[in-house]
C-alpha cells in the first residue's frame, strides 16, 4: 500500500531540470521516503573498498540497495558530466552536430554526485517519485540534420539589362546570363571610368 502512496505524491516542486532530464532533490526524497518508511537501510556497494567499479572502455559505475518493509531494491546509474556523458579516468572528446565537445575526467565528487542521485532512483523502484523517468528507457529520436538551403544568386535586372544594353561594350558572356552583383560591377566600372574621362577633359 505504500508503494501506491508513494507513487501519488506529487513531486514536480522538488524536481530540476537539467538538459531535459529531471532530478529529484536527495534531501527531499530521503525525508519523504523516511516518514513511510523510518526504519529503511541503505548500501553503497564498494569494490575494492572503492564505491564505484570502473571500466576504461564504458567509465564509472555506482551501485545502491535499500531494504524497507522487508523489501530488499537495486539500483545502478553511470557517472555522468552536465550532458550526461559517461566520464572517465581521463578528459576524452566526441563528435556532435555542432562541432566537437569535451568529456572530463572524472572526479569524486562526480561519484558522490552520481551516489545520491542512484538512491534517489533506487526510492523510486517504492514508489517515490517513479514518474518522472517515464520514457527514461526510450531509444533516443534519430535527429535529422537539417537540410542546408541553397543560397539564391540575384539574377540581373531588367533595368541593368537595359543600360548594359545601351552602352554596347563587350562583355565575356551573354548579358542574360549576369548576375546581379556582376552587373553592378561592371556598371560600376563604367561610371568610374566616366567619371575618369570628364576629369581628364575638364584638367585639360
Known sequence: MKFEE??????????????GLSYLS???AVAEFTKAYPDFKYEIKTFNNLP???DENTGYMVFTSITADGQTKDMWLPVMDNNNKAMKNKP???KTSYGEKMVAQA????VNKAI???LVKNMAMFGLGLYIYNGEDLPEETKEKPTPKTATIPSITPQQLAVLRGLKIKIAK???QLTYAEAKAILEKVDKVKVAKKTLAQEI
Not at 508513494?6 to 538538459?19: F, S, Y
Not at 572526479?107 to 562526480?110: H, I, P, V, Y
Request: with cysteine.
Open 174 to 176: 551573354p548579358l542574360e
Open 52 to 54: 564505484y567499479m570502473y
Open 92 to 94: 576524452y572528446a566526441y
Open 26 to 28: 536527495w534531501s527531499y
Open 116 to 118: 545520491m542521485r542512484c
Open 6 to 19: 508513494l507513487l501519488k505524491l506529487n513531486v514536480n516542486d522538488k524536481i530540476e531540470k537539467k538538459n
Open 107 to 110: 572526479t569524486m565528487f562526480d
